[in-house]
C-alpha cells in the first residue's frame, strides 16, 4: 500500500510570508502528527489531528496550525515565516485507534527553507 | 511519556554486532518501547516494538530486562547502510493516541 506523501519534497521561502504543506496519509488511517525537526532542537511534536480535529498540540507558537479533511488529508500552516523555521517538517500517520501497534508510519518530509 | 537516555553516537565496522542501549527509569506500567531508525532527510523507519523480555523481527532484535528500566536494540552484522540516527521511545501506544517524544537519538557509524 501507499506510504505517507508529503508535498512538497522542498521549498524555500522568503521571511515573512506563509507556506501551506500537505500531508496524505495512508489509506485508512485517521490521524495524523505533525513534526519539526532541526538541528539543534531535534524532532518536536507539533500537533495531532484525528477525524478533523485537533487532539494535542506541541509547544510552538500560533502561527503554527493545521486542519484535517474529511479524506484524512491533512495541511499545516506557517505564518509570518522567521528563519528559525527552517527545518524539516515530517508528517506521521496511524490508525489512531485503541490497540494500534506500532501506529506510526512518517512521510518523508518537506524540506523548507527560510531566507 | 518517560524520558528515554541513550549514547550520542556509536562506531561500528560492517559484519560486527551492535548493541545500542536506553534507559527509561520512569517508564509506566502501560508504556512500550519501540525503536526507529531515521537517515538525513528522510522520515523515522520503524524498527522494532516490545513491551517486556525479547522481541525479534527480521532486521533487529529487542531485549527489555524485566524491570523495564532499560532496553537494547540489537543489530546483527551491520552494514554500511545501517548508518544512521537510532531513536528509542517510550509511550503508552495502546492509548488511542500519543505523541511521540523524541529524545536526541544514537548516530551509529559503520565503517567498512
Known amino acids: 500500500k501507499a506510504g505517507v506523501t508529503q508535498t512538497p519534497r522542498y521549498l524555500i521561502k522568503t521571511r515573512g510570508q506563509q507556506v501551506t504543506l500537505s500531508c496524505s496519509p495512508i489509506?485508512?488511517?485517521?490521524?495524523v502528527s505533525w513534526y519539526q525537526q532541526t538541528p539543534g532542537q531535534g524532532l518536536q511534536f507539533l500537533f495531532e489531528y484525528f477525524s478533523e480535529t485537533q487532539r494535542n498540540k506541541g509547544n510552538f507558537p500560533g502561527r503554527f496550525s493545521g486542519r484535517q479533511f474529511s479524506n484524512s488529508r491533512s495541511e499545516m500552516n506557517v505564518s509570518t515565516l522567521e528563519l528559525g523555521d527552517s527545518a524539516l517538517y515530517l508528517c506521521a500517520s496511524s490508525l489512531g485507534r485503541q490497540g494500534d501497534r506500532p501506529g506510526y508510519t512518517f512521510g518523508s518530509g518537506t524540506r523548507l527553507t527560510v531566507v | 511519556l518517560a524520558k528515554t537516555t541513550q549514547p550520542i553516537s556509536m562506531d561500528s565496522y560492517e559484519g560486527q554486532e551492535v548493541n545500542i542501549t536506553c534507559s527509561h527509569n520512569?517508564?509506566?506500567?502501560?508504556?512500550?518501547i519501540t525503536w526507529y531508525q531515521q537517515f538525513p532527510s528522510q522520515g523515522p523507519r520503524f524498527i522494532i516494538q516490545?513491551?517486556?523480555t525479547k522481541v525479534t523481527n527480521e532486521v533487529a532484535s529487542l531485549f527489555i530486562p524485566a524491570d523495564r528500566k532499560s532496553s537494547t536494540l540489537s543489530l546483527p552484522r551491520v552494514s554500511l547502510s545501517d548508518t544512521a540516527v537510532y531513536y528509542c521511545l517510550v509511550g503508552d501506544v495502546d492509548s488511542g493516541y500519543s505523541t511521540l517524544t523524541f529524545g536526541k537519538g544514537t548516530m551509529l557509524l559503520v565503517s567498512p
Open positions: 516490545g513491551y517486556k
Open positions: 489509506s485508512g488511517h485517521r490521524s
Open positions: 520512569n517508564i509506566a506500567t502501560n508504556d512500550y
